[in-house]
């Protein structure tokens, strides 16, 4: 997979592509990261790429011209066909299902906005989508643009040890993931649940569902309203709500 990203700060992108998980991915060869700073295609001695907004208000614009070259010189630089999105506040929100769709591209070019935003004729001639990482307002595009590179990066077959496999990440199935512990087993009284110390798989299972389950209503009742939980997992969130009313935890009436 191909990423071209268009930022007038290409030495704050670059290192998305050099450590962990992506910098290994990266080093195998399962994707490559060019950056172009449109500033090349810029105009006069500052080499100018933004202008006063037509009809007044604060900030600057990034103008057509200096994106148009730097996205034509993108799409000469090989010939596989690129998927353009734009990071912007007003793009669609961010989500897993999105970056699963995204590596089944070979070239994708991401645009990061800067300023007050990208003349709107830039957008509506060169850009596929814009994506937003969520109702917030960044600097710029180029924190999204990272996501993205990671967010995909990780998919890509190879990337990840089959022991942290993206099949049991977060939203993969539409629910958080369940808690995790490691050694040792008693932190200042606080125990791993015993279930995970059985060696029993299913009780495992069970219990690693339950949990996610029981997360997700608590946290994103939104997610779970999304995946509609089939007979056996209401029966889980039954078991899960059951033992939190027990324990003293959130009460049903929260729902
Ligand atoms: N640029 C500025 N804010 C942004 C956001 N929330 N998402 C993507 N790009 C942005």
């Known amino acids: 997979m191909r990423f071209d990203v268009i930022t007038l700060f290409p030495e ?4 998305v592509a050099e450590y962990g998980v992506t910098g290994r991915a990266g080093e195998q060869g399962l994707f490559e990261l060019h ?4 500033r090349r295609w810029g105009t006069g001695v500052h080499q100018a790429v933004d202008d006063r907004p037509y009809g007044g208000g604060p900030g600057m614009v990034m103008q057509y011209a200096p994106l148009a070259a730097a996205l034509a010189a993108v799409r000469e630089a090989d010939p596989r066909l690129v998927r353009v999105i734009a990071l912007t506040p007003q793009g669609r929100p961010l989500e897993q299902a999105m970056l699963r769709r995204l590596v089944q591209c070979p070239r994708v070019a991401l645009l990061c ?7 709107e004729r830039l957008l509506e001639a060169e850009v596929d989508e814009e994506w937003s990482l969520g109702d917030y307002v960044l600097s710029g595009g180029e924190l ?4 993205v590179i990671d967010g995909c990066a990780r998919l890509l077959p190879g990337a990840l040890g089959h022991a942290d496999s993206a099949d049991q990440d977060s939203f993969t199935g539409g629910l958080l993931d369940c808690p995790h512990y490691t050694r040792p087993e008693v932190i200042d009284g606080r125990t791993v649940p015993a279930e995970l110390l059985t060696g029993h798989h299913a009780r495992i299972e069970h219990w690693r569902r339950r949990e996610a389950l029981g997360r997700t209503w608590e946290r ?4 779970l ?3 509609l939980p089939g007979a056996e997992d209401a029966a889980l969130l039954d078991e899960y709500r059951g033992l939190r009313r027990r324990s003293g935890g959130r009460r049903d009436t929260d729902d």
């Open 144 to 147: 999204a643009a990272m996501v």
């Open 113 to 119: 906005g800067r300023y007050e935003g990208i003349d």
């Open 12 to 15: 704050l992108v670059r290192p």
């Open 220 to 223: 994103r009742p939104d997610l």
């Open 35 to 38: 950056t172009w700073n449109p």
């Open 225 to 227: 309203a999304r995946c």
